[in-house]
C-alpha cells in the first residue's frame, strides 16, 4: 500500500515527464528535489516511528505542494483540459486513491543514507548483472539504489556494507 504523499509524488513524476516530452522547461532545482523527497518518502517507510523520518516526510509533503503549483501553472499553458486532467489525478491521491502504481523492480537513487546508516557508493567501468547485485544486497540486508548502469549506492549497517562491498569486489575483477 502506498502512502498519499508517495502517490502525489508519482502523478507530479509522471506530469514532470509529460511536460518535458511537450516540449516545457521545466525548473532547475525540481528534478533535484524530487529525488530527495522520493529518499524522504522511501526512509520514511522503512521506519514510521522515527521523529526524524516523521519531521522529513512533513517537509517533503510541503516541498511537493510547491513542486505541485508551479508544475499545474506550466500545465495550464497546455491548456485547461489539460491542467484539469492532472488536478483531477491529484485530487483523487488526495482522496486516499492509488492512481499509479510504483514501479517494483528498480528503486531509484537515494540521495541521503536514513538516518543510523553508512553509505557506500560504487562506479563501475562495466554495467552489472542487476540481480546478482541486488542479491548480495539482500543477502547482507542492504538497501540499494541503482543511480545507473555502472552506478550503486548501498545503505546499511557499517558491518554489513563492509561485507555486502567484500563480495561484490569480485566484479570488479570480471571483465
Known sequence: MSLPSEQNWLVLHHLISDLSKKGYEIPTGINPEMGLIRSTISSYKRDPSHPDLINGLAKAEMSLNKIQGTLLTIAEEEGDEYADHWLDLLKKVMRGEEVFEF?????????????????????????????????????????????????????????????????????????
Open 103 to 175: 514501479p517494483k523492480s528498480r528503486s531509484k537513487f537515494l540521495v541521503n543514507a536514513p538516518p543510523g546508516m553508512t553509505t557506500g557508493r560504487i562506479n563501475l567501468k562495466v554495467p552489472l548483472a542487476e540481480e546478482r547485485v541486488q542479491e548480495i544486497a539482500e543477502w547482507n540486508g542492504l538497501i540499494i539504489e541503482f543511480e545507473d548502469d555502472v552506478t550503486v549506492e548501498l545503505h546499511g549497517d557499517k558491518k554489513d556494507l563492509q561485507t555486502g562491498l567484500k563480495e561484490m569486489g569480485s566484479f570488479f575483477l570480471e571483465q
